[in-house]
């Protein structure tokens, strides 16, 4: 077999920067935890073209598709001229795309070249335990291992990333994550844009500290820990302020909040476009929006008609210019579809089903689930596989104003009720994680089909290594 080693090229040099500061921090906008982002002396905005990932498709061997996964310390630019230690898949920083179909059994290789343990976590993944990245999933340095699972789950964009007990925070800050494109028969039908990086782009937002020789180093402090990491530098796919280059109709933007910590308000100023999945999935049909907020762990594909915008526009997040949107002659699809993917109604009567109650609550002394910090030798509860069951998420940080975004692995689940209402449409298709404001309450329907021992947590990465996460068993 041909391992597949992509070495992703440092694109030139980028862009100069003096400061790109954080401004204020607003915690109770919507359901946002905004940072807001201060690029007055950025001195040359928009040279650098966004990077677009590999896009592997594996190699078929007897029946599987297999993936070759380096977990590597690489050098990246940020501020030109200034390199500094990243980690990466297969490549300095980030990773690659995975171009995976519902129901092919999948193997991927893993080789970690770190001088730390890791691990990889596929978020999103309907996997049970045994392959999840979680429990006795550790790769020690310089060894390798490989796991084999089947996604049987509607199309979605899925991502990648580390999950060792307490190295969480720090190696998704230092560089690694990844995408999963996730396709069906119903995702290969429709009529959307799938032409990778010419209309169809992934689209990871993170923010991080630099220092002004553009050093990239993660440590925490008491209020860090407290509040999460957040600010300093924003960038999309590693590149703080890049531009691309997008043909005169239709784009599909698969948005990802890959942060540690910072919510996102994403939007086009004030023109609309389309939300046509969550999550874990398609929606039901398009859902018109002129702003679109992802927490932490959060996905959004979003349709954007260019033909309503300008020559020269671009993409806001948090208020700020963030990528520059660039038409070229290129035409591409102009239909926006009707309907988009068929979602279970909720029919069953839901006061018949067990209700657990989580509260997330962040104080001056730590991160807590239900007033009880993680603890990896203690199982929380059990649940029968395949029975439905209502979750009631509440953010108790009131105090703190603190937003908390709800995680789960190895399931997708229903939102039912938000604060007492029926979700916004746009929350009515699969997810994985919720985010919860401050006196936020969620209701969420699901159903574990799995075996084994799985988490929950919020998906603020201080939060999750300081406490707030627990476990359950799957009973079958």
């Known amino acids: 077999m041909n391992k597949i080693l992509i070495s992703i090229t440092i694109l030139g040099t980028l862009a100069t920067i003096s400061n790109q500061a954080l401004g204020s921090i607003n915690h109770s906008s919507g359901h946002s935890h905004n940072?807001?982002?201060?690029?007055?002396?950025?001195?040359?905005?928009?040279?650098?073209?966004?990077?677009?990932?590999?896009?592997?498709?594996?190699?078929?061997?007897?029946?599987?598709?297999?993936?070759?996964?380096?977990?590597?310390k690489g050098q990246w630019e940020f501020i030109d001229g200034n390199f500094t230690e990243t980690y990466g898949y297969n490549g300095p920083i980030l990773g690659p795309v995975?171009?995976?179909?519902?129901?092919?059994?999948?193997?991927?290789?893993?080789?970690?070249?770190?001088?730390?343990?890791?691990?990889?976590?596929?978020?999103?993944?309907?996997?049970?335990q045994d392959?999840?990245?979680?429990?006795?999933?550790?790769?020690?340095?310089?060894t390798q291992?490989?796991?084999?699972?089947?996604?049987?789950?509607?199309?979605?964009?899925?991502?990648?990333?580390?999950?060792?007990?307490?190295?969480?925070?720090s190696q998704v800050y230092k560089g690694l994550a990844g995408l999963i494109y996730l396709e069906d028969e119903?995702?290969?039908?429709?009529?959307?844009?799938?032409?990778?990086?010419?209309?169809?782009?992934?689209?990871?937002?993170q923010d991080k500290k630099l220092t002004k020789d553009g050093e990239l180093t993660y440590s925490t402090t008491h209020m860090e820990k407290i509040h999460g990491k957040s600010g300093g530098y924003l960038m999309i796919n590693g590149i703080i302020s890049p531009y691309i280059e997008i043909p005169n109709g239709l784009m599909r933007l698969r948005v990802v909040n890959g942060s540690n910590a910072t919510n996102y308000d994403i939007d086009?100023?004030?023109?609309?476009?389309?939300?046509?999945?969550?999550?874990?999935?398609?929606?039901?049909?398009?859902?018109?929006?002129?702003?679109?907020?992802?927490?932490?762990?959060?996905?959004?594909?979003?349709?954007?008609?260019?033909?309503?915008l300008n020559n020269k526009s671009y993409l806001y997040i948090n208020g700020k210019e963030a990528l520059e949107l660039r038409k070229n002659k290129k035409s591409g699809l102009t239909q926006i579809p009707e309907t988009l993917?068929?979602?279970?109604?909720?029919?069953?009567?839901?006061?018949?089903?067990?209700?657990?109650?989580?509260?997330?609550?962040t104080t001056s002394k730590g991160n807590t689930i239900n007033n009880t910090p993680y603890n990896m030798e203690k199982l929380n509860f059990d649940v029968q596989k395949g029975i439905q069951e209502i979750w009631e998420i509440k953010n108790g940080s009131k105090m703190m104003d603190m937003p908390h975004p709800f995680h789960v692995h190895g399931?997708?689940?229903?939102?039912?009720?938000?604060?007492?209402?029926?979700?916004?449409l746009n929350e009515q298709g699969w997810k994985d994680t919720v985010n919860l404001n401050a006196g936020d309450t969620v209701k969420i329907l699901i159903t574990y089909t799995t075996d084994g021992i799985t988490v929950y947590h919020c998906h603020i990465l201080e939060h999750e290594e300081d406490g707030m996460m627990g476990q359950f068993k799957i009973n079958n």
């Open 35 to 72: 940072t807001t982002f201060n690029q007055a002396t950025l001195t040359k905005e928009f040279q650098k073209p966004l990077l677009i990932p590999p896009l592997l498709k594996g190699e078929i061997k007897n029946g599987v598709r297999t993936f070759d996964l380096n977990v590597t």
């Open 98 to 128: 995975l171009s995976l179909k519902k129901g092919e059994k999948t193997k991927i290789n893993i080789k970690n070249n770190l001088s730390e343990e890791t691990t990889v976590h596929w978020h999103g993944g309907i996997l049970s």
């Open 131 to 142: 392959v999840d990245g979680v429990h006795n999933a550790d790769i020690q340095p310089n």
């Open 145 to 169: 291992k490989s796991v084999e699972f089947i996604l049987n789950q509607p199309a979605a964009t899925l991502w990648f990333h580390p999950h060792p007990m307490h190295k969480t925070a």
């Open 186 to 205: 119903q995702s290969e039908s429709l009529k959307i844009p799938k032409t990778y990086g010419i209309d169809d782009f992934p689209i990871v937002i």
């Open 268 to 308: 086009l100023n004030d023109q609309e476009f389309y939300q046509i999945s969550s999550d874990g999935g398609l929606l039901s049909k398009p859902v018109s929006m002129k702003k679109l907020t992802l927490a932490p762990g959060e996905r959004g594909e979003i349709l954007v008609d260019s033909k309503k």
């Open 341 to 361: 993917a068929e979602i279970p109604e909720i029919t069953k009567n839901l006061a018949d089903l067990k209700t657990r109650t989580f509260t997330l609550k």
């Open 411 to 424: 399931a997708q689940f229903r939102v039912i009720e938000r604060n007492g209402k029926i979700p916004p």
